[in-house]
């Protein structure tokens, strides 16, 4: 689960040029701002991350423009803000508002029923089909860290060679093929010359698998039927990738027609993802490269280039694929460990974007 809701401590507090009842606080690499005079350098506060959905409770009310309805539940929704031209991310408040809270725990998603708010649940236009079942447990599902939740990897990591990505707004999809243990009855026809399916192709939302219905469109299985997925994708092997088009995630990359960008591969057997070299040789060979997520480096020792989370934040603006298009931002692989990898979100992006 996901760490929403934590315990951190104010590590810094910097003014604002012309504003008397606010500053900026600063929470490991994570900036947002709060009241003058709240917090001293060295409290600690309970801090929700982006896009966090807190319970409709009286400390909260303060949050009244937040409210919003999500899943049948009223509650507030934490998003990027702007004020006094200063970005604010995230919300941090005194410990002292939390008495249910004792112990060490720095985790306390689950205390304060703090929940993700996803807005890949809220499209309904999109048309991805009929859900088939939960997301496939052989499968990591997509979801890459912050870095501002990964401080030491600037000094661990400050030699290693990254891949930079695009990242697109869409819906993550994954599509992948296993072998089936055919059974008695199946070997016979098999061996006499009948046609047998030897193997399961599957297709899943971020959350779910997607069951291919007659009758019932599905952005998804239109991918794989527009590109031969189900066909050319080998056995014992996933693909992850970007699902864009006009009529999912309101077409924030501003194309004309539903087009997929893969960005990892699962060995399933192996139990790992293939290297960045490894993902576009897979690709090239099997699937045709323009399906492949746009490089922006193919190698770069990232935490060289960027000593901070400011310097990051920096490079990650700009537009995305399209002219008129405001990049969500860029992650990042190790070339020799993909399982190694994180996420900079634009924060231009978040406020021109976020619903």
């Given at each position: 689960?996901?760490?929403?809701?934590?315990?951190?401590?104010?590590?810094?507090l910097t003014p604002i040029p012309e504003a008397y009842r606010i500053e900026v606080a600063?929470?490991?690499?994570?900036?947002?701002?709060?009241?003058?005079?709240?917090?001293?350098?060295?409290?600690?506060?309970?801090?929700?991350?982006?896009?966090?959905?807190?319970?409709?409770?009286?400390?909260?009310?303060?949050?009244?423009?937040?409210?919003?309805?999500?899943?049948?539940?009223?509650?507030?929704?934490?998003?990027?803000?702007?004020?006094?031209?200063?970005?604010?991310?995230?919300?941090?408040?005194?410990?002292?508002?939390?008495?249910?809270?004792?112990?060490?725990?720095?985790?306390?998603?689950?205390?304060?029923?703090?929940?993700?708010?996803?807005?890949?649940?809220l499209s309904t236009t999109a048309a991805f089909g009929n859900p088939a079942g939960n997301f496939p447990t052989f499968i990591p599902k997509t979801e890459q860290e912050r870095i501002q939740n990964l401080p030491t990897y600037y000094e661990n990591y400050k030699n290693e060679l990254f891949e930079e990505t695009l990242k697109l707004d869409g819906s993550s999809c994954t599509m992948y093929k296993i072998a089936v243990k055919l059974s008695f009855f199946d070997k016979v026809k098999k061996f006499f010359g009948f046609k047998i399916n030897t193997s399961r192709f599957g297709v899943c939302s971020r959350n779910l698998e997607i069951r291919e219905t007659a009758g019932v469109k599905s952005a998804f299985w239109d991918m794989a039927?527009?590109?031969?997925?189900?066909?050319?994708?080998?056995?014992?092997?996933?693909?992850?990738?970007?699902?864009?088009?006009?009529?999912?995630?309101?077409?924030?990359?501003?194309?004309?027609?539903?087009?997929?960008?893969?960005?990892?591969?699962?060995d399933i057997a192996k139990q790992q993802y293939l290297t960045p070299e490894e993902r576009k040789h897979f690709v090239r060979t099997y699937l045709g490269l323009k399906l492949h997520i746009p490089v922006v480096n193919e190698a770069v020792r990232i935490f060289q280039e960027c000593e901070n989370v400011v310097d990051l934040l920096k490079r990650v603006k700009g537009r995305s694929i399209n002219l008129g298009t405001v990049s969500e931002g860029r992650v990042y692989k190790m070339l020799r460990n993909p399982s190694i990898s994180f996420k900079v979100i634009n924060p231009e992006y978040l406020l021109k974007h976020e619903e």
């Open positions: 689960m996901r760490k929403l809701a934590t315990i951190r401590r104010i590590q810094n600063q929470l490991d690499d994570w900036f947002c701002i709060v009241k003058k005079g709240e917090f001293q350098v060295g409290d600690k506060a309970v801090y929700f991350e982006v896009d966090s959905f807190l319970p409709e409770e009286d400390r909260y009310a303060f949050l009244g423009s937040c409210k919003k309805t999500y899943q049948d539940v009223v509650g507030y929704r934490i998003k990027t803000m702007k004020m006094k031209g200063v970005i604010s991310q995230g919300l941090a408040l005194p410990l002292s508002l939390f008495p249910e809270l004792k112990g060490d725990e720095v985790d306390v998603t689950e205390q304060l029923r703090v929940v993700k708010y996803d807005v890949s649940t039927y527009k590109y031969g997925i189900n066909d050319k994708l080998p056995i014992g092997y996933a693909i992850q990738g970007e699902l864009v088009g006009p009529r999912i995630q309101s077409n924030h990359e501003k194309v004309t027609q539903n087009e997929f960008f893969i960005f990892d591969v699962w």
